[in-house]
């Protein structure tokens, strides 16, 4: 009989907080975790999922119930139960002066890795990880999403009773995702791994044995993946959008109709969505007004979202259309940013080579590429935060080269790690980046008064102890302050729940309406559908630029079934045809 490699009764744990009291993290929590098997934990923002997994680890006591972990009470000896787990929270711990293997020397050594056991676990981390190339790099000159890798490769130098993994892929594009997951399941299968990870992904949940969904500190559901799914079982549907309509408008009709539809999202350019089990099939039909329906295999995702809109029936999918940005643009046919033959060099490094694009004013443009692969880089420079090397780059009929005081006026940028005061309240952010805008007195007032309106926050609030999802809508917020023409959102979504995503999005879709230009990257290629085209680079080069079909297409037959795959098949492509290219030569 399988054993268990957690057992929880009746945990509770929380926090003080200065403005707000107690926080209840954990409420009263009871579940068992199988040993042997991969099983996740997902809920939104603020579930508790954090703090249940820093009690797995021993590095937080419950205040009340009882935790054993592999058979170890840890509230009486949790030392015990760190020598024998890995844990790697979401904030993983690089020394940023040392080398890419020099952090994996000095995890090795805090794990007792035996001498001759680490060049087979270091080359294996390294292949998994695509960063060979970069043992000797210091990891503070490493990306975003390189740097996380480099974590997961320094908790996994040893193979522990248990891996705690809380949100590993935050930031980590799908091809370092499928890899990631090749080798957790291979230490599953080959050495009986107990492994615990909390993830936004959908996808990533369905691949574990078991599946824990939370709410508020609450246990809402647990299964098997097929268990939960079977929850959407005859209520889930792909909507056809009429020639000409893009499928993001069809999704904000469906989203915003929650008397009859719990959740829609485009994809492969329809949109699917997941009827209310009381839905009248006339009042369906009014709504699709003559749009045609296929029923579809039901997804644990959909399940996930049914629990979710369960909890909290009243609340919105996001802002109402006419709320998004009281200030509609000019509208022309001019394009309001044009790119071309665009360079950017560091030393002998070139992290973006001879770019050139378009982008019309009101379009959502989609920037996605492999980790390192120039995105970021280009974002700044668009922004005018980097000077390029060579090239000419036009943003809102300014030369960024000439004018690029007068091209950020009209720009906003969120980037992957904004910079919030997390010691000041939302108000006191807001007022201070709305001042850096060049906003003063009833101005600043006025439009401080609209966002927090319009992202539901609370101006009161201490920004450091927000949940990532609305520290990502604060961040939104003081993005759109100034009204700006174009908005630049750099991995905006990174690490937030599908259901503050959704809200996101519906955003995006309201600000578009109203003659916005959206520059986006995202490692969630599900978000590309949103997008009326997008762009692929890898290694500074642009592979494709597009329609989500036109790329989806260019994937091949089969490939192209999802976004995700099609992004993985135009990275491969290119990379196999640049490793031909340097045999020949």
């Given at each position: 009989?399988?054993?268990?490699?957690?057992?929880?009764?009746?945990?509770?744990?929380?926090?003080?907080?200065?403005?707000?009291?107690?926080?209840?993290?954990?409420?009263?929590?009871?579940?068992?975790?199988?040993?042997?098997?991969?099983?996740?934990?997902?809920?939104?923002?603020?579930?508790?999922?954090?703090?249940?997994?820093?009690?797995?680890?021993?590095?937080?006591?419950?205040?009340?119930?009882?935790?054993?972990?592999?058979?170890?009470?840890?509230?009486?000896?949790?030392?015990?139960?760190?020598?024998?787990?890995?844990?790697?929270?979401?904030?993983?711990?690089?020394?940023?002066?040392?080398?890419?293997?020099?952090?994996?020397?000095?995890?090795?050594?805090?794990?007792?890795?035996?001498?001759?056991?680490?060049?087979?676990?270091?080359?294996?981390?390294?292949?998994?990880?695509?960063?060979?190339?970069?043992?000797?790099?210091?990891?503070?000159?490493?990306?975003?999403?390189?740097?996380?890798?480099?974590?997961?490769?320094?908790?996994?130098?040893?193979?522990?009773?248990?891996?705690?993994?809380?949100?590993?892929?935050?930031?980590?594009?799908?091809?370092?995702?499928?890899?990631?997951?090749?080798?957790?399941?291979?230490?599953?299968?080959?050495?009986?791994?107990?492994?615990?990870?909390?993830?936004?992904?959908?996808?990533?949940?369905?691949?574990?044995?078991?599946?824990?969904?939370?709410?508020?500190?609450?246990?809402?559901?647990?299964?098997?993946?097929?268990?939960?799914?079977?929850?959407?079982?005859?209520?889930?549907?792909?909507?056809?959008?009429?020639?000409?309509?893009?499928?993001?408008?069809?999704?904000?009709?469906?989203?915003?109709?929650?008397?009859?539809?719990?959740?829609?999202?485009?994809?492969?350019?329809?949109?699917?969505?997941?009827?209310?089990?009381?839905?009248?099939?006339?009042?369906?039909?009014?709504?699709?007004?003559?749009?045609?329906?296929?029923?579809?295999?039901?997804?644990?995702?959909?399940?996930?979202?049914?629990?979710?809109?369960?909890?909290?029936?009243?609340?919105?999918?996001?802002?109402?259309?006419?709320?998004?940005?009281?200030?509609?643009?000019?509208?022309?046919?001019?394009?309001?940013?044009?790119?071309?033959?665009?360079?950017?060099?560091?030393?002998?490094?070139?992290?973006?080579?001879?770019?050139?694009?378009?982008?019309?004013?009101?379009?959502?443009?989609?920037?996605?590429?492999?980790?390192?692969?120039?995105?970021?880089?280009?974002?700044?420079?668009?922004?005018?935060?980097?000077?390029?090397?060579?090239?000419?780059?036009?943003?809102?009929?300014?030369?960024?080269?000439?004018?690029?005081?007068?091209?950020?006026?009209?720009?906003?940028?969120?980037?992957?790690?904004?910079?919030?005061?997390?010691?000041?309240?939302?108000?006191?952010?807001?007022?201070?980046?709305?001042?850096?805008?060049?906003?003063?007195?009833?101005?600043?007032?006025?439009?401080?008064?609209?966002?927090?309106?319009?992202?539901?926050?609370?101006?009161?609030?201490?920004?450091?102890?927000?949940?990532?999802?609305?520290?990502?809508?604060?961040?939104?917020?003081?993005?759109?302050?100034?009204?700006?023409?174009?908005?630049?959102?750099?991995?905006?979504?990174?690490?937030?729940?599908?259901?503050?995503?959704?809200?996101?999005?519906?955003?995006?879709?309201?600000?578009?309406?109203?003659?916005?230009?959206?520059?986006?990257?995202?490692?969630?290629?599900?978000?590309?559908?949103?997008?009326?085209?997008?762009?692929?680079?890898?290694?500074?080069?642009?592979?494709?630029?597009?329609?989500?079909?036109?790329?989806?297409?260019?994937?091949?037959?089969?490939?192209?079934?999802?976004?995700?795959?099609?992004?993985?098949?135009?990275?491969?492509?290119?990379?196999?045809?640049?490793?031909?290219r340097q045999v020949a030569a």
């Amino acid at each position: 009989m399988t054993g268990f490699t957690v057992t929880a009764e009746d945990l509770r744990r929380t926090f003080d907080d200065a403005d707000v009291g107690e926080v209840v993290a954990v409420d009263g929590l009871s579940m068992r975790v199988r040993e042997g098997e991969l099983t996740a934990l997902v809920g939104p923002d603020g579930a508790g999922k954090t703090t249940l997994m820093r009690m797995f680890a021993g590095l937080l006591k419950p205040q009340s119930g009882r935790l054993s972990v592999l058979g170890i009470d840890v509230a009486q000896d949790p030392q015990s139960v760190q020598d024998r787990i890995s844990y790697m929270p979401q904030r993983f711990g690089l020394y940023e002066d040392l080398s890419v293997q020099e952090n994996l020397d000095l995890y090795a050594d805090l794990h007792g890795v035996p001498m001759d056991q680490r060049q087979e676990r270091f080359g294996r981390m390294l292949e998994m990880t695509d960063m060979a190339r970069f043992t000797e790099r210091p990891a503070g000159k490493l990306s975003g999403g390189m740097k996380q890798k480099l974590g997961l490769a320094c908790t996994l130098v040893r193979s522990p009773d248990l891996l705690l993994l809380d949100e590993p892929s935050v930031g980590v594009d799908p091809l370092s995702r499928r890899d990631l997951w090749k080798i957790v399941q291979q230490l599953v299968d080959d050495e009986g791994l107990s492994v615990i990870v909390s993830t936004a992904y959908m996808d990533e949940a369905e691949r574990c044995a078991q599946v824990f969904v939370m709410d508020k500190g609450r246990l809402l559901a647990d299964g098997s993946p097929a268990e939960l799914t079977a929850r959407a079982k005859e209520l889930t549907f792909t909507a056809l959008p009429p020639p000409g309509v893009p499928a993001r408008e069809l999704q904000a009709r469906l989203i915003d109709a929650r008397d009859l539809v719990i959740d829609a999202m485009p994809q492969a350019g329809n949109v699917r969505f997941i009827k209310q089990p009381d839905a009248g099939d006339a009042d369906l039909r009014q709504l699709l007004d003559g749009i045609e329906t296929e029923a579809r295999t039901e997804e644990l995702e959909d399940a996930f979202m049914m629990l979710l809109r369960a909890q909290d029936k009243d609340a919105p999918a996001g802002p109402a259309p006419e709320a998004a940005n009281t200030q509609r643009p000019a509208t022309d046919d001019k394009p309001v940013i044009v790119v071309r033959d665009l360079v950017r060099t560091f030393g002998d490094f070139t992290a973006v080579a001879s770019t050139s694009f378009d982008v019309a004013r009101g379009e959502i443009f989609g920037l996605l590429g492999p980790n390192g692969a120039g995105k970021t880089t280009t974002f700044r420079m668009l922004c005018g935060l980097l000077p390029a090397t060579s090239g000419h780059l036009e943003v809102a009929g300014r030369d960024l080269r000439t004018a690029r005081a007068q091209a950020r006026a009209r720009i906003g940028y969120v980037a992957q790690k904004f910079a919030l005061y997390g010691n000041l309240s939302i108000r006191k952010n807001l007022e201070f980046f709305g001042g850096a805008y060049g906003l003063r007195g009833r101005a600043l007032k006025a439009r401080i008064n609209e966002v927090v309106a319009q992202f539901d926050l609370d101006p009161a609030a201490q920004s450091g102890q927000l949940p990532a999802g609305f520290k990502q809508r604060l961040a939104m917020a003081t993005g759109l302050l100034h009204q700006p023409e174009i908005l630049f959102l750099d991995e905006p979504t990174s690490g937030i729940d599908p259901l503050a995503r959704r809200a996101f999005w519906r955003t995006i879709t309201a600000l578009a309406g109203t003659g916005v230009t959206i520059i986006i990257t995202t490692h969630f290629m599900e978000e590309a559908e949103y997008c009326d085209r997008i762009a692929i680079q890898d290694a500074g080069e642009m592979l494709i630029i597009g329609t989500p079909k036109q790329v989806r297409a260019r994937a091949g037959d089969g490939a192209g079934q999802t976004m995700n795959d099609a992004f993985i098949a135009v990275v491969e492509q290119h990379r196999e045809n640049s490793r031909s290219r340097q045999v020949a030569a």
